[in-house]
């Protein structure tokens, strides 16, 4: 190591900070190799057989792969390493394809490497309270698998019903009971999987501590760009006995921000608590009736869980606030339907969305909570401006918002539009001391705002962290970490200002 | 800000002029340690008088503090609040603690300390100022090197300011005692992790297991029915734990002569060891405290056969052993990141040459 090493490392990470590597892909010899080295129903290429693969849940970015590996075993996932190691080929990993930031975005030249197959439950253990899954297996399927122990696996997406644990680990999946229980990174204890090269590698460990450097929550998070995992351990919970969640209506959201202040002030950590503005509720009510107070300016659901009498001690305080601060209307959930049916409205915000307009853009910036009543201001602002309209819905708890830009794809210039709307809202977050992503990732969407949020220096950093694990940077390229030169092109276009045409960038 | 800059960049100019290694220190509270005990060849920065809280807000759940604050002085302002550090780091400094990356008792429900951190600043290898994460509890931009400086004992540089998530203190504490020997605690660890109880601490010694609740007046009274358990006066266990969370006393500090202690993470559910003797177990068992005599170096496979890994608490080093293989050269490279010279000292590890 040593000296070489070094120098190596400083190149390359000046040759990456100067521009985004290209690929020499030879494509005939690499699906030859392939082919040769997996049976045909691992390995697609096809154009017909590909195009499922060409963008994840962000489609307005598309890239069509040169071929999708479909592993049936983590032998055949390193073997698909291996070659592409040997002839220097990008490699993409997947999960769903729920990836709401184009994380899972193919490369041109690349080979897409599903895991979607490794989907067995290798075990859950109810004295340890753990779950060794494999990648694929979905987010819901652990909690299903763990319900007859009385446990569950504590993140939940929203899109758990689909998304895969390998995906989660992948993005440091999020929820809308993180305030409480945390997200992903607080739940997995180990994983299993790749290098780039196809070495054996394990990160963390079921002793719920890792010797040496936490390289644990490096990977956690990391877009896919340092390791290929194939196996996760994650920590399971005592299914709380008891749950209680509050609906309460107010005249504006600035109040309903006070009350959740005040709630969390009292001391009392809900495990839910979520926020929607009346454009949602209104959205949510033409697609889903399901009783939401529609004249009212924010809607707030409050769910309080935990042994019965921790949820007696809890639910007449939280009520209480909720009325000092201004709620007109509150109720509680009379029995477990009802309170799926508070939920299936927050859950179905994103598909209501897609109803009352042809196309929406989520956006997914956290900001501190205190700044929520400045940030809708602005919002309100930028709606005018950039003639589009948005739907605020939040978890509240955090300040994770997310704003759902409506737009028409269709109508020239709607999307560039809609994007740099998106992109204004990241950066404010940046400005009012919050990030450019609380949970979706920045992928190959929030790449440019990457350079607002950090450094120069900073970035350099995380080009090195991406060296030390793949040298070649061959894994997922092009995601989360910008080049000078497209920080300086993004930093040109921002001084223009407001939305002028984005089109004729490229995006890599 | 720019005292403390220029001060490590001096630090560093220094140590590259006369062929020196750099160490970072704070209050010097683990300065018992034996990796913690400073070479002639080193300069030491400290990061002692670096103090005082950038940013507090209650209803966000987070606390900004620098580096060379007391950790005991957060904790009165939070108490002040209501609030508290669940996962009670070491006494010290706040940037030692964050450094070191131990979690105390209540680590055991509310996760660890490196959990806990949002943020940080630092100050690398290279002299380069760098914020990574920030105070906002969901925050995915970025590799999280926040928590990958969590434990690195100043190998990646020195923090200069820390943001640390905080939770509501809950208003009932009850701390129960039993009578019974370390398999018996174990088994009844194994018996009590899948019950949604509100247990927040474990730590068993010499015959007694000591177990504390934590919540809200009724669920703790609830709790102490179901578990039994002779209720410990409140003074005496808060002592108690204050001494298990500053590795203070016995068995830590008093090591026989010819002895060695270590310290064992293991899976929970993990069975005693049969190995030396036991002197403490804690976190539901996943940490054991054993004695051994020293020289014994059997202890590094013993761990490794129930998934676990040994740590050598007293005597001569390598304390820790690096990992193999491929995360091993991950490691390596990783430091050449923040360290390109190879300058910074500290940590258990030893030096590679």
Known sequence: ?508 | MEEVVSRWRESLAEARARGKMVRVVGKDSKGWLPWCRRGADEVVFSMQDWQGVVRYEPSELFVTVRAGTDVAEVEEMLAERGQWLGFEPPPGSVGGATASGWSGPGAWRYGSLRGAVLGVRLLDGAGRLLRFGGEVIKNVAGFDVARLVVGSWGRLGAIVEVTWRVWPKPAAVRTLCFEMGEGEALAFADRLRPRALPLSAFFWSNGRLWLRLAGGERAVAHGREEVGGEEVEEEMAAALWRQVRALDGEPWRAVPEGMALWRLAVPPGTPPLGMGKILACERGGTVRWVLVPAGEEGVWKRAEEVGGWAWRWTGEGPWQQRRQGAVGEIEERLQAVFDPEGRLSGGPWGREE
């Open chain 1, 1 to 508: 190591m040593g000296r070489d090493w070094e120098a190596m490392l400083s190149a390359r990470v000046r040759a990456w900070e100067e521009g985004e590597r290209l690929f020499r892909v030879e494509r005939e010899e690499t699906l030859a190799q392939l082919r040769a080295t997996l049976p045909r129903e691992v390995l697609r290429w096809q154009p017909e057989e590909v195009a499922v693969y060409e963008c994840d849940g962000l489609p307005a970015l598309r890239e069509r792969p040169l071929a999708v590996a479909l592993p049936r075993d983590t032998a055949e996932v390193q073997e698909v390493l291996r070659v592409c190691a040997r002839l220097g080929v990008p490699v993409v990993a997947r999960g769903a394809g729920t990836g709401l930031s184009g994380g899972a975005l193919p490369c041109r030249d690349g080979v897409v490497l599903s895991l979607a197959r490794l989907n067995r439950v290798l075990e859950v253990d109810p004295v340890r309270c753990w779950a060794r899954v494999e990648a694929g297996v979905r987010n819901l399927a652990i909690s299903e698998a763990a319900a007859t122990f009385g446990l569950f696996y504590a993140p939940d997406p929203s899109s758990q019903v689909a998304c895969t644990i390998g995906g989660n680990v992948a993005e440091n999946a999020g929820g809308v009971h993180c305030l409480k229980y945390g997200v992903t990174v607080h739940h997995v204890l180990e994983v299993r999987g790749f290098t780039v090269d196809g070495e054996e590698v394990v990160l963390g460990s079921t002793a719920e501590e890792e010797p040496g450097f936490g390289l644990l929550p490096l990977v956690v998070g990391s877009e896919g760009m340092l390791a290929v995992v194939t196996e996760v351990t994650v920590r399971l919970l005592p299914t709380p006995p008891a749950v209680e969640c509050v609906l309460a209506a107010f005249d504006s959201v600035r109040a309903a921000g006070e009350a959740v202040a005040a709630i969390i002030a009292a001391g009392i950590v809900p495990a839910g608590l979520e926020m929607m503005d009346r454009g949602s509720v209104a959205a949510v009510e033409t697609f889903m009736p399901v009783g939401y107070p529609k004249d009212a300016a924010a809607v707030l659901l409050c769910e309080v869980d935990g042994r019965p009498e921790e949820v007696e001690e809890e639910l007449p305080q939280v009520l209480d606030l909720l009325h000092t601060h201004g709620a007109r209307e509150v109720r509680v959930a009379r029995n477990a339907q009802e309170r799926a049916q508070f939920w299936a409205g927050r859950k179905a915000a994103f598909p209501a969305a897609g109803r009352v307009s042809p196309d929406y853009y989520c956006v997914d910036g956290t900001i501190p909570r205190r700044a929520l009543g400045e940030m809708l201001e602005a919002i309100a602002e930028m709606e005018q401006r950039y003639g589009l309209r948005c739907l605020n819905v939040f978890h509240a708890g955090d300040g994770n918002l997310h704003p759902l830009i409506l737009f028409d794809g269709s109508r020239e210039g709607e999307w560039e539009r809609a994007e740099a709307f998106g992109a204004e809202i990241l950066e404010r977050s940046v400005a009012l001391g919050g990030t450019i992503t609380g949970e979706h990732g920045v992928g190959a969407e929030k790449i440019n705002q990457m350079c607002v949020q950090f450094s120069r220096e900073e970035r350099a950093v995380f080009f090195g962290v991406r060296a030390a694990f793949d040298r070649d940077g061959r894994l997922n390229p092009g995601k989360m970490i910008p080049s000078l030169p497209r920080c300086v092109e993004y930093g040109r276009m921002r001084v223009r200002g407001g939305a002028l045409p984005f089109a004729n960038l490229p995006r890599f």
